[in-house]
């Protein structure tokens, strides 16, 4: 019986615990954003693809290699935190992750 509660209470707990990994990569994007803006506007940070293609913007020449990490890896947080997000919804109380998802 024992046993069988532990086991309940694990199931209960990690949708929970994914939600909150799936909440902190949310949370550290913008962060991660603002170092990859260290030497560029916001602009030019979040169009620098454009600008590379089109070769338009001259601050972009601005924008070092760790900008450039830091803005892709504010890119890339965001899909991690989703990834979470639904393992959660999958092992979990829609109810229940959606809190945490949410910060409440």
């Known amino acids: 019986m024992l046993l069988f509660t532990f086991s309940l ?3 209960m707990l990690r949708p929970i615990l994914v939600a909150l990994i799936g909440m902190f990569f949310a ?11 260290k030497h560029a506007s916001g602009d030019v940070a979040l169009e620098w693809i454009n600008s590379l293609a089109f070769r338009q913007v001259p601050e972009l020449k601005l924008l070092t290699k760790n900008d450039l990490l830091f803005l892709f890896l504010s890119g890339f947080t965001p899909f991690i935190s989703w990834l979470f997000y639904y393992r959660a919804m999958k092992e979990g ?5 959606f809190r945490y998802r949410q910060g409440e």
């Open 9 to 11: 209470c694990d199931q």
């Open 27 to 37: 949370g550290i994007t913008a962060m991660i954003a603002k170092l990859g803006m």
């Open 93 to 97: 109380s829609v109810r229940i992750v």
